[in-house]
């Protein structure tokens, strides 16, 4: 279902100043047309991040195909004597940015040690825990890219994570 930005300022306001639940919101506002399902699923978005906006990296993925990106490839291609190259990149691959991934995981664990209330707390956030990163971390990350990507090529883009 979808809501209008004014539907979710009123849901979010009224679930936190008068713990509306579902039922509730149906009851009193019979002329949005509200389903329950969808309420369940904006309220426990409001109660698991705080926010019903949409948040970072939700949505349609992105092209990974952006200046930014082949500018990396190509840097990495000049500084890194043994990086691989996108074309010897799995084709199968689940995560096309395992490294981002690795990354990602430990960035969770460390952003929610705080309560995050708006994008620019959460931008903010994610920039600290990023500056605080040690560099073994990173390094960790890189490495174990490699080493999947390596065992991915030598199964031709086929199934590969048992030979780990």
Not at 3 to 22: Q, W
Request: charged share 30%; hydrophobic share 35%.
């Amino acid at each position: 279902m979808v809501f209008s930005k004014e539907d979710k300022i009123l849901i979010k306001t009224l679930r936190e100043s008068k713990c509306y639940s579902a039922k509730r919101f149906i009851k009193e506002f019979l002329d949005k047309k509200w389903n329950r399902r969808g309420l369940d699923n904006l309220l426990k978005k409001l109660r698991e991040i705080g926010t019903v906006e949409r948040t970072i990296g939700s949505g349609r993925r992105c092209s990974l195909r952006t200046t930014q990106n082949i500018d990396a490839v190509e840097d990495l291609r000049r500084e890194t004597p043994d990086f691989i190259s996108p074309d010897l990149w799995p084709p199968n691959s689940l995560n096309p940015v395992p490294v981002n991934y690795a990354i990602w995981t430990v960035m969770q664990r460390h952003k929610h040690q705080t309560k995050i209330h708006t994008i620019d707390e959460l931008n903010q956030r994610l920039i600290e825990v990023w500056c605080g990163l040690e560099q073994s971390t990173v390094d960790m990350a890189v490495n174990q890219w490699r080493r999947r990507l390596r065992a991915c090529v030598r199964a031709k883009g086929g199934h590969f994570e048992y030979n780990l």
